[in-house]
């Protein structure tokens, strides 16, 4: 049993909170967060919790709860300019680290994570649920099967709803959660990255429709694989009552492949006989899958070769070089990032 202490409680700290319920691999022992006092109040949140109330051991200071050897791993939630000393305090104290994406805002605080991970010779990956949503490893799974043929394009988006009045806070602000290009649209450009490796080359279009303080708001990112496959995807933050959405149009030699996440059932394969068929996905939900994965990773001290920590650095350095390109105005090739 890996004993976890979940550092940040707020949306997806909570969301993770509950998925360890369904993680015979894990049990939360610990949670740290600033505002440990109310949240340790709240009934709620308390009745998350798998392990006894009395058990659980509470921090207001990560720091206390990486050197408190109450736990052998953390999952941290906290706010993405966090992320590196939180990640960097955790794998000096020996512990292994899930921390969520994107992985950090700069690639100078993700090779400190990663060097960190290395002489602490602990299990650090990013939380990029994406490479473990069902409906889109049903694509992995089929483009790599070969079963309908090669993949011939990918489109993908998603868009939410801006972060707006006073609860926008941190996330509102690109110094501190890079904006939309980092916190949305990096879940697809790490999904293109995961299916298809690194492009050679991208070019990026979009602005900052709300302001430079909220950084790029709206984006469309070509990658161009130096073949014919077309490959993109586009993010927004929008200020319409527009609800969240994710989605993706794959055309593959022998099907085509229709996912939106508003829509029930949310996957359609259609292919050249038969009815279009909608896939049962039977099994836990992404959040499950990722922390089960981490959690027998770091009982095991095996890398997550799924969820590469070297691999999710690529991505942010992806989102770098579509920010080059918005600025310089053209293609940018991505060896001037990546590793
Ligand atoms: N994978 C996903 O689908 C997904 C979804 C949402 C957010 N995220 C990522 O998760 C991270 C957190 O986002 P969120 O929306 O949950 O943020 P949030 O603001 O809702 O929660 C952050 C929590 O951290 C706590 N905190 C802040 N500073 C702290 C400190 N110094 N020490 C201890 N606790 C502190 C806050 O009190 C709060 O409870 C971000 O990196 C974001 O990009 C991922």
Known sequence: MLRVGLIGLGGIGRHH?????????????AVADVRAGDLRADADLA??????AEDVRWFDDYQDLVTSGAVDAVDICLPTYLHR?????ALEAGLHTLVEKPMAL????CDAMLAAAEAAGRVLMVAHCIRFWPEYQYLADLVRSGDAGRLLSLQMS?????????SAGWMGQASRSGGAIYDLHIHDIDYCQYLLGLPQRLYAQGGMSLGAEAGYDYVLGNLDYGDDRQVSATAHWVSVGLP???RFEARLEGAFLRFDSSQHPALTVYRAEGDPEHPALPGPDAYVNE?????????????????RARSTRNSVALVIGEMASLDRGGLVDVAEWTV
């Open 17 to 29: 909170l509950m998925r360890y319920r369904q993680a015979p691999e894990a049990q939360v022992v």
């Open 47 to 52: 009745a998350l919790l798998e392990a006894p």
């Open 85 to 89: 000393p939180a990640a960097v305090a």
């Open 106 to 109: 700069t690639l100078e605080d």
């Open 158 to 166: 998603r868009q939410g709803q801006r972060p707006s009045g006073a």
């Open 244 to 246: 969240f959405a994710a």
């Open 291 to 307: 922390i089960r994965y981490f959690a027998q990773r770091a009982l095991d001290g095996r890398a997550p070769e799924r969820c």
